[in-house]
């Protein structure tokens, strides 16, 4: 068993202007985040890894109390390494609160799910295959503005499949 931990803190410092312009008069602050990333990798076999990913992260305001805000992201995968075949499925879900874009002052929390996985098969020591896919569905919540249903426009299901060949050419590598 083995497990990675850091601590980050980033985007400290002073901004003369957390809305951008957005609000008649400018509101400086003093801002910060931090988290800690922690990943467990578990070996269960020779050929079987799982490994667990989470990031919790605190979004710090000094003066302006309604920005702080605690994100969070968990990841889980499952390593199947057999002789030519590797397979690799893993799902995790993420709960962060994002400015939707600096022309806006609305800050929206995004919930997201993800389901994906990936076979790779080495049909020679040249070629090998890999297929990939993924699904992500977005939840913005009931983000408004000004009467606009904002999360019915940005919540969505997104299906990602991708074919992959891979082909070493004579002489590239020994």
Known sequence: MRANGSFELTNAGYDTDIYYGFTATPV????????????LLIP??????VDLFEFP????????ERERTLNNRFRGQVHIALERLYFQAGGGISDVRNRLSPELDLNIRERSNRFDGLVLWQASRRVSIAALYGRTEHDFGEASYEGQDIARALNRVEDIFDLNLYIQLP???R
């Open 28 to 39: 400086p602050d003093y801002s910060a985040s931090a988290g800690a990333r922690i990943q």
């Open 57 to 64: 992260q605190y979004m710090f305001y000094l003066s302006t």
């Open 44 to 49: 269960l076999s020779k050929t079987i890894i």
């Open 171 to 173: 002489g590239s590598a």
